[in-house]
């Protein structure tokens, strides 16, 4: 079967010398792998986004201490909490729009992306040489 898939390849090769068969298939494995990523992504800041907002019902409905010292330490304590949450929502969804943003720009200009990472693979050789 290997033997079949190289015939193949060499045949396209030689009627299509512009085209590459086996960079169309990582092309659209890496962009089906994008888009994958993005709605994983998607999916834990739906949850973080749950978690977060059950926090902060939790907290909102516990009653504060009278006390001056426990009470700024209670507050301190929520703000912390619920921050830390809604930062690790913000960061799982800033990724699912980055990974869904660059999902669509792979798919409507493919070429704009392979330049670019052309560029960035000359750039690292050349500063790897130097």
């Given at each position: 079967m290997a033997t079949d898939m190289n015939?193949?390849?060499?045949?396209?090769?030689?009627?299509?010398?512009?085209?590459d068969l086996k960079t169309e298939w990582e092309?659209?494995?890496?962009?089906?792998?994008?888009c994958r990523g993005a709605i994983q992504a998607s999916f834990f800041t739906y949850l973080l986004f749950l978690f977060?907002?059950?926090i902060s019902k939790y907290f909102g409905g516990q009653d504060?201490?009278?006390?001056y010292t426990a009470r700024n330490i209670t507050v301190t304590i929520r703000t912390a909490v619920g921050g830390l949450a809604y930062l690790a929502t913000f960061i799982f969804g800033a990724n699912a729009l980055g990974l869904a943003g660059l999902t669509l720009k792979l798919a409507f200009f493919p070429d704009a992306v392979s330049a670019t990472s052309k560029d960035a693979n000359k750039?690292?050789?050349?500063e790897t040489s130097l």
């Open positions: 015939a193949l390849y060499h045949r396209h090769m030689i009627m299509h010398p512009g085209f092309f659209k494995s890496q962009c089906v792998g994008l977060s907002t059950n504060l201490p009278d006390q750039q690292t050789k050349d």
